[in-house]
């Protein structure tokens, strides 16, 4: 049987009508996970450590735990986290459109430092006086959705624009794992790895997105080497090549199938195409890799 990573879904009328922002604690969600902790959200996820130490991974990258840290995930990312070590915490939980109407900007949450596609790291480490303010703000968040009114949600948005800039400064500031730094912002950047991101499945040339964009390809080359250190086209492939690496740990997919969901024409191209770009054949991969 092949073996597929659970997806969960916000559960929007938790409290009787729709409010898509919700605090939960770790020691429920982890009855969610007690047959396999790999998982994904459809949702956006910040995970506030406050007891235990333990491994947790977000996609390729994986992190020891401790109390003070703080977790960041987009939708669509594949989760792993060590349940039975990481005893206590909270998961604060939104729709990026919760805020959409508070600030009509629908691009906000994504720009932001720990959900943007440049990212380094999806960690950082709090100090005891901002831990303190953090578990705060999430007790005022809780306190109001328990008062929740049917809509009345503009406190409850005002509290999770709070929350987002202060861990967004916070980051930014260099409070991120191993001594990572943001790169610097750029519009075009933003908008082509938003881009890639969505269709990178399907659409692999540059001068797709550079058209999309209004641009040319070799301006789109020069703006990707200046901010990413990386070309236009060697982004698509890696993030190509890291969903191939996300398939063939997280899932028993055989190769020919990774292949045909990625949109490669044959399963040997696929393979001699990761080869090419890991020194290592797919099957390899998932030997040193698979969970």
Same mark, same amino acid.
């Given at each position: 049987?092949?073996?597929?990573?659970?997806? %969960?879904?916000?559960?929007?009328?938790?409290?009787?009508?729709?409010?898509?922002?919700?605090?939960?604690?770790?020691?429920?969600?982890?009855?969610? /996970?007690?047959?396999?902790?790999?998982?994904?959200?459809?949702? =956006?996820?910040?995970?506030?450590?406050?007891?235990?130490? *333990?491994?947790?991974?977000?996609?390729?990258?994986?992190?020891?735990?401790?109390? $003070?840290?703080?977790?960041?995930?987009?939708? *669509? !990312?594949?989760?792993?986290?060590?349940?039975?070590?990481?005893?206590? *915490?909270?998961?604060?939980?939104? &729709?990026?459109?919760?805020?959409?109407?508070?600030? @009509?900007?629908? /691009?906000?949450?994504?720009? /932001?430092?720990?959900?943007?596609?440049?990212?380094?790291?999806?960690?950082?480490? /709090?100090?005891?006086?901002? =831990?303190?303010?953090?578990?705060?703000?999430?007790?005022s968040i809780k306190e109001e959705i328990d008062a929740f009114?049917?809509?009345?949600?503009?406190?409850?948005?005002?509290?999770? %624009? !709070?929350?987002?800039?202060?861990?967004?400064?916070? =980051?930014?500031?260099?409070?991120?794992?191993? $001594?990572?730094?943001?790169? *610097?912002?750029?519009?075009?950047?933003?908008?082509?790895?938003?881009?890639?991101? @969505?269709?990178?499945?399907? @659409?692999?040339?540059?001068? %797709?997105?550079?058209?999309?964009?209004?641009?040319?390809?070799?301006?789109?080359? !020069?703006i990707m080497n200046a901010v990413m250190h990386v070309s +236009?086209?060697?982004?698509?492939?890696?993030?190509?090549?890291? &969903? +191939?690496?996300?398939?063939?740990?997280?899932?028993?997919?055989?190769?020919?199938?990774?292949?045909?969901?990625?949109? %490669?024409?044959? +399963?040997?191209?696929?393979?001699?195409?990761?080869?090419?770009?890991?020194?290592?054949?797919?099957?390899?991969?998932? @030997? !040193?890799?698979?969970?």
């Open positions: 049987m092949k073996r597929s990573i659970p997806q %969960y879904h916000f559960y929007e009328n938790k409290y009787g009508s729709e409010l898509l922002v919700d605090v939960v604690e770790l020691k429920y969600v982890k009855k969610f /996970l007690i047959e396999r902790s790999v998982h994904t959200l459809t949702y =956006y996820d910040i995970t506030f450590i406050t007891e235990g130490e *333990g491994r947790f991974s977000i996609d390729n990258q994986s992190f020891n735990a401790i109390p $003070g840290d703080v977790f960041f995930s987009k939708p *669509g !990312e594949i989760r792993d986290w060590d349940i039975e070590h990481i005893t206590s *915490g909270y998961a604060l939980i939104f &729709e990026d459109e919760f805020l959409s109407s508070f600030l @009509k900007d629908s /691009l906000f949450v994504q720009h /932001l430092s720990y959900f943007n596609m440049q990212r380094r790291s999806s960690k950082i480490h /709090l100090s005891e006086p901002l =831990y303190s303010r953090f578990m705060k703000l999430i007790q009114k049917h809509n009345d949600e503009l406190v409850l948005q005002a509290l999770l %624009y !709070e929350m987002l800039l202060l861990l967004d400064r916070t =980051y930014m500031n260099g409070v991120v794992a191993d $001594g990572e730094v943001r790169e *610097g912002r750029n519009m075009h950047a933003d908008k082509f790895v938003h881009l890639v991101d @969505k269709f990178f499945k399907e @659409k692999r040339s540059v001068l %797709y997105y550079a058209d999309t964009m209004c641009i040319t390809s070799n301006y789109l080359n !020069e +236009a086209k060697q982004y698509i492939q890696n993030k190509v090549m890291d &969903e +191939a690496k996300r398939l063939l740990t997280y899932t028993d997919l055989p190769v020919s199938e990774i292949a045909f969901t990625l949109n %490669y024409e044959t +399963a040997s191209y696929f393979i001699r195409n990761f080869r090419q770009q890991t020194q290592m054949t797919p099957l390899v991969y998932r @030997k !040193e890799h698979k969970l």
